[in-house]
C-alpha cells in the first residue's frame, strides 16, 4: 500500500480564522482547523498554527475556475467580502485571471471561463507549483497519480479520480529560502519511506507527533504519518 496526499497544509497565525475564510469560499465541511472536500476528488485542507511571519511569495497557489464572466466577478466578490484582496505578482493587465490573497497573504487565482486545461477539475481546478519537471516525476511516482502534462519543462499529474491537478511551472524558479508555508501531508505506511527516498526524497527527521518530515527533490518539505498521526 504506497502513501496517499491526505492534505495540503498551510502555516498560519490564525488558523481558525483562516479556516472560515476558505470554508465560506469553497463551501466545504469544516472538522476543527481541517477543511474537507464535498466529494471524493478533493484533497483535505489543514492550517497549522505558526509564529513565522510570511515575507514572500509562496511557491504554490490555488487556481479557482469559473463559469462565465459573471460567475467570475461573483467568485472575485465572494472572496473580497470574506477577508480576500487583489494583489500584484507580475502579471500582466491582458492576463484574465484575477489574482487575489486570502486573509493571510496566501495568493490564489479565479481562473476566466473557457480555459481547456482546467476543464473538468472542478471549482478547485488545480494547486499550481513553483517547481522543475524532475519534482513532477518525483510526485507522479510517489503518489501513483498519472502525469497528465509534461511538456516544455512543465509538468503536471491528476489523481486517477479525478478531481484538481497538481501542476509544476517549469524554470525559471523562484529562490527558496526558509521552510515553505504550503506543504503537503502524506497518509500511509511509514515502511514507504524507503521507496520515497529511491526516488529523490530526503529524510529530514521525526516529527513532534511522530510523523517522518522529508524534502522532495526540489527541496519542498513534506510529511508522512501513519492515518492519525502528525500533519
Given at each position: 500500500m504506497?502513501?496517499?496526499?491526505?492534505?495540503?497544509?498551510?502555516?498560519a497565525h490564525?488558523?481558525?480564522?483562516?479556516?472560515?475564510?476558505?470554508?465560506?469560499?469553497?463551501?466545504?465541511?469544516?472538522d476543527?482547523e481541517?477543511?474537507?472536500?464535498?466529494?471524493?476528488?478533493?484533497?483535505?485542507?489543514?492550517?497549522?498554527p505558526?509564529?513565522?511571519?510570511?515575507s514572500?511569495?509562496?511557491?504554490?497557489h490555488?487556481?479557482?475556475?469559473?463559469?462565465?464572466i459573471?460567475?467570475?466577478r461573483?467568485i472575485?466578490?465572494?472572496a473580497?467580502?470574506?477577508?480576500?484582496?487583489?494583489?500584484?505578482?507580475?502579471?500582466?493587465?491582458?492576463?484574465?485571471?484575477?489574482?487575489l490573497?486570502d486573509?493571510?497573504?496566501?495568493e490564489?487565482?479565479?481562473?476566466?471561463p473557457g480555459n481547456?486545461?482546467?476543464a473538468?477539475?472542478g471549482?478547485?481546478?488545480?494547486?499550481?507549483?513553483?517547481?522543475?519537471?524532475?519534482?513532477?516525476?518525483?510526485?507522479?511516482?510517489?503518489?501513483?497519480?498519472?502525469?497528465?502534462?509534461?511538456?516544455?519543462q512543465?509538468?503536471?499529474i491528476?489523481?486517477?479520480?479525478g478531481?484538481?491537478?497538481?501542476?509544476?511551472?517549469g524554470?525559471?524558479?523562484?529562490?527558496?529560502?526558509?521552510?515553505?508555508?504550503?506543504?503537503?501531508?502524506?497518509?500511509g505506511?511509514?515502511?514507504?519511506?524507503?521507496?520515497?527516498?529511491?526516488?529523490?526524497?530526503?529524510?529530514?527527521?521525526?516529527?513532534?507527533?511522530?510523523?517522518m518530515?522529508?524534502?522532495?527533490?526540489?527541496?519542498n518539505e513534506?510529511?508522512?504519518?501513519?492515518?492519525?498521526?502528525?500533519?
Amino acid at each position: 500500500m504506497a502513501v496517499t496526499l491526505h492534505a495540503i497544509c498551510f502555516a498560519a497565525h490564525d488558523p481558525q480564522r483562516l479556516a472560515r475564510f476558505w470554508v465560506g469560499l469553497l463551501g466545504w465541511e469544516i472538522d476543527g482547523e481541517t477543511l474537507v472536500p464535498n466529494d471524493e476528488t478533493g484533497v483535505r485542507l489543514r492550517f497549522i498554527p505558526s509564529a513565522e511571519p510570511k515575507s514572500r511569495k509562496n511557491h504554490a497557489h490555488f487556481d479557482l475556475t469559473s463559469e462565465s464572466i459573471e460567475d467570475q466577478r461573483n467568485i472575485v466578490a465572494k472572496a473580497l467580502e470574506l477577508g480576500a484582496r487583489h494583489i500584484d505578482i507580475g502579471q500582466s493587465p491582458e492576463e484574465e485571471h484575477v489574482v487575489l490573497a486570502d486573509p493571510e497573504g496566501n495568493e490564489f487565482c479565479v481562473i476566466e471561463p473557457g480555459n481547456t486545461f482546467l476543464a473538468e477539475c472542478g471549482f478547485v481546478g488545480a494547486l499550481a507549483c513553483d517547481g522543475s519537471q524532475e519534482v513532477g516525476y518525483f510526485w507522479s511516482e510517489a503518489l501513483g497519480w498519472p502525469l497528465v502534462w509534461d511538456r516544455d519543462q512543465e509538468t503536471a499529474i491528476r489523481s486517477p479520480h479525478g478531481g484538481p491537478k497538481i501542476t509544476w511551472g517549469g524554470p525559471p524558479f523562484d529562490a527558496k529560502i526558509g521552510p515553505n508555508r504550503v506543504r503537503f501531508a502524506l497518509s500511509g505506511p511509514l515502511s514507504d519511506v524507503d521507496r520515497l527516498v529511491s526516488l529523490g526524497a530526503t529524510r529530514l527527521g521525526i516529527g513532534e507527533s511522530g510523523q517522518m518530515e522529508m524534502a522532495d527533490p526540489d527541496g519542498n518539505e513534506f510529511s508522512v504519518a501513519s492515518k492519525g498521526t502528525g500533519t
